[in-house]
């Protein structure tokens, strides 16, 4: 079966603006989409090369893992449903986008049909169990959870999770935030004199500047400006990671960054997205209000506990799988063989992790 993964490419010499485009504004989409071309044998096909669909058997797209309460999906989404007639169109990964986990979260009626002509071609992956209810709820039934597939490419980059065991550390750390914009509030200016305090490096993935508005002091002002990174390539991303040993912040997949680079990382979670996505992969994660700027990084990093996410993860690698041969999707031949000799030295750290309970 041919399958094409809706998604536009860049390169070095692509100009930066463009190169935001490609990837919605914000580098940490760079996680999921290396997970799908590195995880699913497919065809990388254009945003705009609608034309290529005759082409093809089943289609991969990534559009909606950002939806908002009463939004309608794309003309272009649309469209391709009808030019896909018979044939799947497969998204990975739902989210529902909401600050709380709001039980009456309203589809828009054109969504709502988007949904039900995917669900009848296929098997609909979701974030979490908020996502999947209420789609349920709206008779979209035909779902799987399964977090956010930025999580399932860990055996490409690593041998096994032993370093998740090893003694908590935060001697030269990484954090990260939310974009710099619309109002901050002195909770928010407090966590980034923390950072400033405490961290390395600092992971951006909007661009956006920290202007005098949202923090008046020029010193920390300079200091991100000196310390912020940004990566649009995953691999680089992951190498500068290494030089660090505790991230920390709201950006699910700038630590992911880190934990591709065998850098522990705390989750702060403030809205019902992030926090599925903690929740199904158990990781260790605090409520962005309830994170002290009282005590030293140090006592941060002890809340690093990842034994609950050790304990799953192979069920949450096997559940991805099986949702890929439910749709027909194949394996990629290098993940297939990362994949086993990832879960044969997984067998003996997730013994260690039962036998702690």
């Given at each position: 079966?041919r399958?094409?993964?809706?998604?536009d490419?860049?390169?070095?010499?692509?100009?930066l603006?463009?190169?935001?485009?490609?990837?919605?504004?914000?580098?940490?989409?760079l996680?999921?989409?290396?997970?799908?071309k590195?995880t699913?044998?497919?065809?990388?096909?254009?945003?705009w090369?609608?034309?290529?669909?005759e082409?093809?058997?089943?289609?991969?797209?990534?559009?909606?893992?950002?939806?908002?309460?009463n939004?309608k999906?794309?003309?272009?989404?649309?469209?391709?449903?009808?030019?896909?007639?018979?044939?799947?169109i497969i998204?990975?990964?739902?989210?529902?986008?909401?600050?709380?986990f709001k039980?009456?979260?309203?589809?828009?009626p054109?969504?709502?049909?988007?949904?039900?002509?995917?669900?009848?071609?296929?098997?609909i992956?979701?974030?979490?169990e908020?996502?999947?209810?209420?789609?349920?709820?709206?008779?979209?039934?035909n779902?799987?959870i399964?977090?956010?597939?930025?999580?399932?490419?860990?055996?490409?980059?690593?041998?096994?999770?032993?370093?998740?065991?090893?003694?908590?550390?935060?001697?030269f750390?990484?954090a990260?935030?939310?974009?710099?914009?619309?109002?901050?509030?002195?909770?928010d200016?407090?966590?980034?004199?923390?950072?400033?305090?405490?961290?390395?490096?600092?992971?951006?993935?909007?661009?956006?500047?920290?202007t005098?508005k949202?923090?008046?002091d020029?010193?920390?002002r300079?200091?991100f400006?000196?310390y912020?990174?940004v990566y649009?390539?995953?691999?680089?991303?992951?190498?500068?990671?290494?030089?660090?040993?505790?991230?920390?912040?709201l950006?699910f997949?700038?630590?992911?960054?880190?934990?591709?680079?065998?850098?522990?990382?705390?989750?702060?979670?403030f809205?019902?997205?992030?926090?599925?996505?903690?929740?199904y992969?158990?990781?260790p994660?605090?409520r962005a209000?309830?994170?002290?700027?009282?005590?030293?990084?140090?006592?941060?990093?002890e809340?690093?506990?990842y034994?609950?996410?050790?304990?799953?993860?192979?069920?949450k690698l096997?559940?991805?799988t099986?949702?890929?041969?439910?749709n027909?999707?194949?394996m990629?031949?290098?993940?297939r063989k990362?994949l086993?000799?990832?879960?044969?030295?997984?067998?003996?750290?997730?013994?260690?992790a039962?036998?702690?309970?």
């Amino acid at each position: 079966m041919r399958v094409a993964f809706f998604t536009d490419t860049f390169t070095q010499f692509t100009p930066l603006n463009e190169k935001y485009d490609s990837i919605a504004w914000n580098t940490g989409n760079l996680l999921f989409l290396n997970a799908i071309k590195k995880t699913i044998e497919c065809d990388i096909v254009s945003s705009w090369e609608d034309d290529k669909m005759e082409e093809y058997d089943a289609f991969i797209t990534s559009d909606l893992i950002w939806v908002l309460e009463n939004a309608k999906p794309s003309d272009r989404m649309l469209n391709r449903l009808k030019m896909a007639k018979d044939r799947p169109i497969i998204p990975l990964s739902v989210g529902l986008q909401s600050h709380t986990f709001k039980p009456d979260f309203n589809l828009h009626p054109e969504m709502l049909f988007a949904l039900k002509e995917m669900e009848s071609r296929c098997v609909i992956a979701v974030r979490g169990e908020y996502t999947a209810d209420i789609l349920n709820r709206h008779g979209v039934t035909n779902v799987e959870i399964v977090g956010c597939p930025s999580m399932y490419q860990l055996p490409l980059y690593l041998g096994n999770l032993n370093f998740l065991e090893k003694e908590p550390t935060a001697s030269f750390a990484t954090a990260n935030y939310r974009s710099f914009d619309g109002a901050f509030t002195s909770a928010d200016r407090d966590i980034l004199r923390y950072i400033q305090t405490y961290s390395g490096g600092f992971a951006e993935q909007t661009l956006l500047p920290l202007t005098p508005k949202m923090m008046p002091d020029t010193r920390i002002r300079q200091w991100f400006t000196r310390y912020t990174y940004v990566y649009f390539d995953l691999d680089s991303w992951v190498l500068h990671n290494q030089r660090y040993d505790f991230s920390f912040g709201l950006r699910f997949h700038g630590n992911i960054a880190a934990l591709l680079a065998k850098v522990p990382a705390l989750f702060m979670k403030f809205d019902s997205r992030t926090q599925e996505m903690t929740d199904y992969f158990s990781l260790p994660t605090i409520r962005a209000d309830q994170f002290s700027i009282d005590e030293p990084l140090f006592r941060h990093a002890e809340r690093t506990d990842y034994s609950a996410f050790i304990r799953g993860y192979r069920s949450k690698l096997k559940n991805y799988t099986d949702f890929l041969m439910r749709n027909n999707l194949e394996m990629t031949l290098n993940f297939r063989k990362r994949l086993d000799n990832f879960l044969v030295g997984h067998r003996s750290l997730e013994k260690r992790a039962l036998d702690a309970l």
